[in-house]
T-cell receptor, first 116, second 112 residues
Framework: GAVVSQHPSRVICKSGTSVKIECRSL??????MFWYRQFPKQSLMLMAT?????????EQGVEKDKFLINHASLTLSTLTVTSAHPEDSSFYIC????????????FGPGTRLTVL | EDKVVQSPLSLVVHEGDTVTLNCSYE??????LLWYKQEKKAPTFLFMLTSSGIEKKSGRLSSILDKKELSSILNITATQTGDSAIYLCAVNGLEYGNKLVFGAGTILRVKS
């Protein structure tokens, strides 16, 4: 159980375009989903927390107009990187947490974004 | 400010060795500590610890929490090359909701 999928696994886009990444919890209802960013050889950096049906909470320094998050259902959250630039190139990982009470997070396989 | 510190930052061992990875934390109203293993993709869940002194074990991996010392260790016995990965420690506090604060990770490389 506790499987989280992410799509696409890899995307290459031109500067100025927008990219949407989907995160799905396949076998449980995710009351909360998280979006992380990871640079090579660094730890995970939390970008935002989203709860189903409400606006995402962004971490300090993360531009909410640039990284649009939608959590429309208990099994799906999307991250849209708008007007992408080369510095947005990174590994984006989502995780999902259910209602176990102890906050285990289960991670998706990640999306490698390269902006040319 | 809440923080998680892992040590060592990196480690190279030979197959068959035993390794101990450390995680210390400062967090308000601690609730849980989690260990993850990250290979080339996203982290996979290993253990969640909430109570002091109770060892959690899975095969050659085990972990224990010491709330008095605000720390946890992750042990791997009889290491194999497949254990090569980044090991991440994360903590959750009551005030975070479901958020986790991650340490920088320990890069483990097991040589054959």
């Amino acid at each position: 159980g506790a499987v989280v999928s992410q799509h696409p696994s890899r995307v290459i886009c031109k500067s100025g375009t927008s990219v949407k990444i989907e995160c799905r919890s396949l076998d449980f209802q995710a009351t909360t989903m998280f979006w992380y960013r990871q640079f090579p050889k660094q730890s995970l950096m939390l970008m935002a927390t989203s709860n189903e049906g409400s606006k995402a909470t962004y971490e300090q320094g993360v531009e909410k107009d640039k990284f649009l998050i939608n959590h429309a259902s208990l099994t799906l959250s999307t991250l849209t990187v708008t007007s992408a630039h080369p510095e947005d190139s990174s590994f984006y990982i989502c995780s999902a947490s259910g209602s176990t009470g102890y906050n285990e997070q289960f991670f998706g396989p990640g999306t490698r974004l390269t902006v040319l | 400010e809440d923080k998680v510190v892992q040590s060592p930052l990196s480690l190279v061992v030979h197959e068959g060795d035993t390794v101990t990875l450390n995680c210390s934390y400062e967090v308000t109203n601690f609730r849980s500590l989690l260990w993850y293993k990250q290979e080339k993709k996203a982290p996979t869940f290993l253990f969640m610890l909430t109570s002091s002194g109770i060892e959690k074990k899975s095969g050659r991996l085990s972990s224990i929490l010491d709330k008095k010392e605000l720390s946890s260790i992750l042990n791997i016995t009889a290491t194999q090359t497949g254990d090569s990965a980044i090991y991440l420690c994360a903590v959750n506090g009551l005030e975070y909701g479901n958020k986790l604060v991650f340490g920088a990770g320990t890069i483990l490389r097991v040589k054959s």
